[in-house]
């Protein structure tokens, strides 16, 4: 007997040929022979499967999968789809079938993964990172080989334009003309550099394709290279990232093993090379006119621009800064194509965005969607919503440059441009999720302490302004807040935009701006009332006791480490707020649930 | 390497050994070995791994890393993917689960339906 890969039983009991399986037959034969599988495939008719009523009856195995009412039109995509490409058609699937198996027990198969696409992270989770062999298997250095043999460099370039692909970094410029703009310099030295300075709290996307899938960085920053005439590159990252920085050692070692860096790559007189500069994790340094002072080795300042970098960059010298996330994407726009790539995604922001998503969200983690998803479809489909069944109110996206965007835009598409409309930004791809219990005015307080460690002090705007309106922010929060606060901040943020040095101080009061024009109520109840609404700052809660609820056992005094509360055995108790240090020590104890913090 | 005939040769070689079908020859076990997943423990698992298919002598099998999967929630996580088989994806592993994972699936062929990612996100659900 012949051996088949995969069989296909398809039932041909008295139930299903009545219900049409002989014709089911003759389709898949026919089919199968189309598709030139008759070697591989075998269609067997088999007895009665018992499940009459869900009949015509179709199993393939060696999958087992069991597929229910099936008409002679879906034989088309069993064929193709299964068959062919190996996938199961779950829509035909029995639905109990499904559902008795328990589990989907792969990772393509849950919520989180079906709706996302993944173009910069295609390998991470995949490959092994630290063997080139592995990369090379996916397609990996062919992109270069292809530019290298079969294109000028002015047509990597308008590859790369015409694809629409913009920096992943958070500004969003063009990477096309960003290359066009160093192409045109005229030196003979330029340089090619990767930013992967990741500051943004809770972003990890840089990392995480550093750590999974590094040679897809150094193969798009060789292409780089030769589009704009370079022959040395640079990727400066984070001392804090140990692991990244390891895989990117053992991924340029191996390159240059196999001469896919060094000189004469393959064979067609291109010399390129790179180096690892790492950064002792100053925010600022993220900035690409500081990035380029510390790769100097100088002190991360930046400086006015212009002259900009494409013209005067590192060393003085023409130089392109991308993100890391820019440059994964670079080699598959060459392979697939600039139209492949401008098909996904919006009118002005093609291609995918990689997100981390954090905070208060069931499915913390990474995703990689197109451009103009939603909001909602981020946070609720892939993300599964806010954990505990506590209700979403703001993501921040953007980092300290960004802004909080409330649950009544959450179908606002995801782009560049939507997102600077309503006060945010799209940043490197950090969204932190917060839900009812995060006050906004100490989120807002947050970012600001965060840029106001991380400011370099070069420029005023951004040394004194910033530190003043985290002052203020600080007394709203500890309900020391005054009429006219809320002016003064929005003055501050005003003048700091329009005169800070670098994109650091600009967007900085961004997180203000943003959370005053979404949640000024919550401003307005600190200020005005002495209350946080989310029950979140310390300083603005009271803790009273029910007098209907407490039995007056004195569990709640003994435990009070201020003696703030007093009273009778066996009668309700009181504490006194003067005393009170808000410690919850109460709360935690008491039995009756009669103590409330408001 | 000096030429793009070169680096195809190299592609094919290791074409089979990536192959993520079911139409794959032996069986490739993948650790998340990202910062998640190294901090969630990743490291052990993967120990305990090479030396249970070690001491159960499973032929034909490798023990492999990769970075971020994306469900870093779920880490440790290990993906299996047997020849004739769909990839199965296993989460929140340690080392004392290894043992069954070797011994159930990869030498007996059938996934240890607990610790999969579909069985553990339905606990989860009902467990709300």
Same mark, same amino acid.
């Not at chain 1, 896919?260 to 004469?264: H, R, S, Y």
């Not at chain 1, 208060?360 to 499915?363: A, C, P, V």
């Not at chain 1, 370099?456 to 005023?460: A, I, L, N, V």
């Given at each position: 007997m012949d051996l088949f890969r995969s069989q296909v039983l398809i039932c041909g009991g008295t139930g299903c040929t009545s219900s049409g399986s002989p014709e089911l037959i003759r389709l898949f034969e026919e089919k199968i022979r189309d598709v030139g599988l008759d070697k591989e495939v075998k269609v067997v008719r088999t007895g009665c499967f018992g499940l009459c009523e869900m009949g015509p009856i179709v199993i393939v195995y060696p999958e087992g999968a069991f597929y229910s009412h099936i008409k002679p039109e879906n034989v088309d995509e069993i064929v193709n789809?299964?068959?062919?490409?190996?996938?199961?058609v779950r829509h035909l699937l029995c639905r109990e079938a499904v559902e008795q198996q328990g589990a989907t027990k792969s990772l393509d198969e849950v919520d989180f993964y079906k709706k996302q696409k993944r173009v910069a992270l295609r390998n991470c989770g995949v490959i092994d990172p630290e063997r080139i062999d592995e990369y090379i298997a996916f397609d990996g250095y062919k992109a270069l080989a292809k530019v290298l043999t079969e294109m000028t460099p002015q047509q990597v370039i308008d590859t790369i334009k015409a694809s629409g692909l913009r920096g992943r970094?958070?500004?969003?410029?063009?990477t096309g003309t960003k290359w066009q703009f160093a192409a045109n310099s005229v030196s003979d030295q330029k340089y090619v550099c990767c930013n992967a300075d990741e500051g943004d709290p809770g972003a990890f996307m840089d990392r995480s394709i550093l750590e999974g899938d590094p040679n897809a960085v150094i193969e798009a920053m060789a292409i780089a290279g030769y589009a704009i005439g370079a022959n040395q590159g640079y990727i400066y990252v984070r001392a804090e990232y140990p692991i990244a920085v390891k895989r990117l050692q053992v991924a340029i070692r191996e390159a240059r093993e196999y001469g896919?860096?060094?000189?004469?790559i393959l064979d067609t007189g291109f010399d390129f090379d790179l180096d690892i500069r790492l950064g002792a994790g100053a925010f600022v340094c993220g900035e690409e006119t500081a990035l380029m002072q510390s790769i100097e080795g100088k002190r991360g300042e930046p400086r006015p621009r212009p002259p900009f970098p494409a013209v005067k960059g590192l060393f003085d010298q023409p130089t392109i800064l991308n993100n890391v996330e820019t440059y994964a994407n670079v080699p598959q726009i060459i392979l697939k194509g600039p139209e492949w790539f401008s098909s996904m995604g919006t009118e002005k922001s093609k291609g995918t965005k990689v997100f981390a998503l954090g905070g %208060?969200?069931?499915?913390t983690g990474l995703v990689e969607i197109p451009m103009g998803t939603t909001l909602r479809e981020i946070i609720y489909d892939i993300g599964g919503g806010c954990p505990n069944g506590k209700k979403f109110k703001a993501a921040q996206t953007g980092g300290p440059s960004g802004g909080c965007i409330p649950a009544s835009l959450l179908d606002t598409p995801i782009d560049y441009d939507n997102l600077i409309a309503i006060g945010s930004m799209m940043g490197s791809g950090g969204m932190i999720v917060m839900d009812e219990d995060n006050c906004m005015v100490d989120i807002a307080r947050f970012f600001l302490d965060f840029t106001v460690d991380e400011s370099?002090? %070069?420029?005023?705007p951004c040394r004194i302004g910033t530190r003043r309106m985290l002052e203020i922010l600080e007394r709203i929060t500890e309900g020391k807040g005054e009429d006219g606060d809320i002016e003064k901040l929005e003055t501050l943020a005003k003048n700091i935009k329009a005169s800070a040095l670098c994109g650091l101080g600009q967007t900085a009061p961004n997180p203000v701006l943003s959370t005053l024009r979404y949640f000024r109520d919550e401003y307005e109840a600190h200020i005005y009332e002495k209350r946080c609404p989310a029950g979140h700052c310390k300083k603005l809660l009271k803790y009273t006791i029910d007098p209907a609820l407490c039995k007056g056992c004195s569990l709640c005094s003994k435990v009070c480490p201020v003696g703030a509360i007093s009273g009778e055995i066996r009668k309700p108790f009181v504490i006194d707020s003067s005393k009170c240090i808000k410690c919850g020590a109460c709360m935690e104890k008491c039995r009756f649930n009669a103590i409330s913090r408001k | 390497m000096k030429s793009i005939k070169d680096l195809e040769a190299i592609r094919q070689r290791t074409l089979d050994e990536v192959n993520l079908r079911n139409d794959r020859h032996g069986i490739r076990v993948v650790v998340g070995m990202g910062t998640c997943g190294i901090s969630a423990g990743a490291r052990p698992v993967m120990m305990e791994f090479v030396e249970e298919i070690k001491r159960r002598g499973v032929k034909d099998a490798m023990v492999t890393q990769t970075g971020c999967i994306g469900v870093c929630r779920l880490e440790p996580m290990v993906e299996v993917y047997m020849p004739g088989q769909e990839k199965v994806t296993y989460v929140l592993m340690n080392p004392e689960k290894v043992a069954r994972v070797v011994g159930e699936h990869l030498i007996n062929g059938r996934p240890v339906t607990e610790y999969t990612i579909g069985y553990v996100e339905a606990q989860e659900a009902q467990g709300k």
């Open positions: 789809e299964h068959l062919l490409k190996g996938r199961i970094g958070g500004a969003g410029f063009p896919l860096l060094g000189k004469n %208060k969200i069931k499915n370099c002090g %070069k420029c005023p | -």
